[in-house]
């Protein structure tokens, strides 16, 4: 068997489980919700414009965008209640993702509970005040049985709409089918991409079937058919969700973003724990906002960023001072601001450096940035997606007086295809990628310094800065890896023929660096 | 038969926009035990406002309305109407229920042993006419004329005193009205009910019932026998409709002459 293939299974009962959990809550929730919400509505019609409105503000927000904006939301929410319960809420993984999803999860259940509680035929309520049920018995014995075909049309749209929406909860650090789609996407594994694509298809197919055996047993008043269906989505639930409850000892929670050389550092970091015997979970894809905030209060214990995202993003600062400089004030700033210790650099720079075809730079004499800077009016600038928002390009535009013909923003596997084929002249490179030299790409020098410098450093939480076994297992990666061995070791992954899991590409870097076993 | 009091409306009335119009306005009423009474009236008189004061279903805005000598105010709605039989032009049966579970609701409301509630739901079965094999049908399968005998075997089954009916045939085909209007009418005697009924057609009024309440803008403008009403009235209004069923049956009566003669 393929090895994409054969990995892509190997982790299919915890993606799969998972994933089943997050939604099945989520609908869970947002029926519980959403009911007594469609009861009211159907009573009070003054209420009814306020609750759809909502509940479809809710739904019109990216499905991507909606655990992100959780995620803030969650971390003030958890220094509310840290002091009076004592107890933090974790900010990352389940918990955004299960109110995003329950949000996401109430319209269509809101709109068909209220179609179905007010649709029915004036002269049954009227019988039903008549023959002498309280306003309680009418809901029960009348009024809940003949809205439940209504009703059920709308769960059953809703968990399609929820078990899609759950394959975005990878980015906010909550393992789901998104798994394999976010990290195939970066690692340009269309295999695991398709795996996860038709396997959340797959699951919804299902769900969705069972979903209508329940529906058409509520129309029919066909209790045996109500009941097998739902019979068979609690079976199925426990039994795919059961596995998780297994446990395994995670003692450490490594972190990584979403590209391909922070899932191969991530990797990297937790081989060798395991080499020590320490559990070791991963959180994968995380965003670039979301996965400081997660290791400073505590959520991760260690993850790799880089001197310059830091610098400008958690420090505010727009000052580009030299390298040593920067690193020894960032990790006293750190130690001070959040007690978040910089265990060191570990011997590259992942920078954002402009970079274009060598036959193109040649053709128009270009060597560096200044030298470019005339020609940029002829030219189109392929970025990635947060590059065109970042103070550095404010910075090289400031510096240099660079007025692209027009910029574009694409993934990053994207942006590099955009360069070769041509269809962008210049675009923004990270100086590690295993690509630049691949695709004999020439890199502009950045004369005046307007770009900070972007050393890969290791970073542990407040409360593991002195944990003797994570400091045995990263303390020999720092200044270990050249930025050629990095570059190597991210082609393996990025490239188009004969590519290598993020996991193979860590044991190759730590044999190439001839790592000692920790 | 006895002619105490068991129903009186006492100076109701009641707005449905704020005070500038009534449905019903300061109406007195009192209806004995035993009796059959119709309240007739065009569309908006107040006739059907009128007959749901009596279980709540609309409570008047000044007034009181009470039921052997008891306030219907001071009992809970549900507990009322379950001692009260209810039947109207919309029928509403539940679709969702048998008519065995249909004709048994108010019972099981009401806690019966399961034994006594199946027991009754034949006895009614057999009281309104329908097979027995109508118990595990649902209502879909029924006839306009099948499902009002449902309806009326439904208000009948907590054996209450009193019956209300509000336009309880209008739908039904002319054929069907006649044999279903008498067949009520023989049940309300032999079972010693009370009953209300709101009907818009003055000749079944005439037919099924003891007394005529005339209604017009919320107040009772005549109020007799079907007797003493068609034999005239000073009110232009109650003369006019109380005379239309006689000119009816003279037109009739003709026809047939004139066949007779032919």
């Given amino acids: ?518 | 038969m006895t002619s105490a009091p068991l129903i009186e409306l006492h100076r109701v009335s009641k707005s449905f926009d704020g005070g500038r119009g009534f449905a019903v306005n300061d109406l007195s009423l009192t209806i004995n035990r035993g009796s059959l009474i119709a309240l007739v009236g065009a569309s908006g008189s107040g006739k059907t406002t009128t007959c749901k004061f009596i279980n709540r279903l609309i409570d008047p805005d000044a007034g009181e309305v009470r039921i052997d000598q008891r306030t219907v105010a001071s009992i809970p709605p549900a507990e009322l109407r379950r001692g009260i039989g209810y039947v109207f032009q919309g029928i509403g049966l539940f679709p969702h229920m048998r008519v065995g579970e249909n004709i048994g609701i108010t019972p099981q409301l009401l806690g019966w042993p399961r034994a006594d509630i199946e027991a009754r739901t034949a006895e009614l079965l057999d009281l309104v006419g329908l097979p027995q094999t109508y118990a595990s049908r649902f209502p879909d399968a029924l006839s306009g004329g099948e499902r009002q005998r449902v309806g009326v075997a439904r208000a009948l089954a907590a054996r209450p005193r009193i019956v209300l009916m509000d336009e309880p045939f209008g739908a039904l085909d002319p054929l069907t009205r006649d044999g279903l209007g008498s067949a009520y009418r023989d049940l309300h005697d032999r079972l010693g009910l009370t009953t209300v009924m709101v009907t818009h057609d003055v000749q079944e009024a005439v037919l099924l019932a003891d007394r005529i309440v005339v209604l017009k803008a919320g107040r009772i403008i005549a109020d007799g026998t079907p007797s003493t009403l068609m034999r005239g009235h000073p009110n232009s209004d109650v003369r006019a409709m109380m005379s239309m069923p006689a000119r009816q049956a003279a037109r009739v009566q003709q026809i047939i002459d004139g066949l007779a003669n032919g």
């Fill in chain 1, 1 to 518: 068997m393929d090895e994409r293939l054969a990995s892509a299974l190997r982790v299919l009962p915890d993606y799969l489980g998972q994933h089943v959990l997050l939604s099945a809550s989520a609908l869970a929730f947002g029926v519980v919700l959403s009911l007594p919400l469609a009861l009211i509505a159907a009573r009070r019609p003054r209420w009814r414009w306020p609750l759809l409105t909502l509940a479809s503000a809710a739904q019109t927000i990216p499905g991507l965008a909606l655990p992100a904006l959780f995620y803030p939301r969650m971390l003030s929410l958890s220094a509310l209640v840290k002091p009076a319960l004592g107890l933090a809420l974790p900010a990352l993984g389940f918990l955004p993702a299960l109110l995003a999803l329950t949000l996401y999860s109430m319209l269509p259940i809101l709109r068909n509970g209220i179609t179905g509680l007010s649709g029915i035929d004036r002269a049954v309520i009227e019988a039903a005040n008549g023959v002498g049920m309280t306003s309680w018995q009418r809901l029960v014995r009348v009024e809940a049985p003949l809205a439940a075909p209504v009703i059920m049309a709308g769960v059953r749209t809703s968990a399609v709409w929820t078990i899609g929406a759950a394959t975005l909860a990878t980015p906010v650090g909550q393992t789901s089918l998104g798994n394999y789609i976010f990290s195939g996407l970066q690692t340009e594994n269309w295999i695991s991409v398709l795996f996860g694509s038709v396997a959340a298809a797959a699951l919804a197919l299902v769900v969705d079937q069972l979903l209508g055996l329940v529906e058409a047993g509520a129309a029919r008043r066909d209790h045996k058919r109500m009941l097998a269906g739902l019979a068979a989505l609690a079976i199925g639930t426990a039994v795919v969700v059961a596995p998780l409850t297994a446990g395994k000892p995670a003692t450490y929670v490594i972190g990584s973003k979403n590209f391909s050389e922070q899932f191969i550092l991530s990797e990297l970091i937790s081989q060798r724990l395991q080499a020590l015997g320490a559990g070791v979970e991963r959180k994968d894809g995380l965003g670039s906002a979301v996965i400081f905030r997660a290791l400073a209060s505590g959520e991760l214990d260690a993850y790799v960023d880089y001197s310059g995202t830091l610098w400008a993003n958690v420090m505010g600062r727009h000052d580009t001072p030299s390298r040593e400089l920067m690193l020894s004030e960032l990790t006293r700033w750190m130690r001070e601001q959040y007690g978040v210790t910089v265990l060191g650099s570990l011997g590259f720079e992942n920078a954002y450096v402009l970079a274009m075809r060598r036959e193109r730079a040649a053709a128009l004499g270009v060597v560096s940035i200044p030298g470019l800077a005339p020609h940029t009016p002829q030219l189109t600038l392929g970025s990635d997606l947060e590059f065109l928002s970042r103070p550095e390009w404010a910075a090289l535009k400031q510096a240099y007086g660079l007025a692209f013909r027009a910029e574009r923003a694409f993934n990053p596997t994207f942006m590099y295809r955009a360069v070769q084929s041509g269809e962008v002249d210049v675009i923004s490179a990270f100086s590690s990628d295993g690509r630049i030299a691949a695709l004999d790409l020439a890199v502009l020098r950045d004369e005046k310094q307007a770009v900070p410098s972007y050393d890969a450093v290791v970073l542990l939480s407040p409360a593991r800065a002195a944990d003797p076994v994570l400091r045995r297992a990263l303390e020999p990666l720092i200044g270990a890896i050249p930025v050629e061995r990095m570059r190597e070791a991210n082609l393996t992954v990025d490239r188009d023929q004969d590519k290598a899991s993020p996991a193979q590409a860590a044991r190759f870097l730590a044999e190439a660096l001839r790592l000692d076993q920790p």
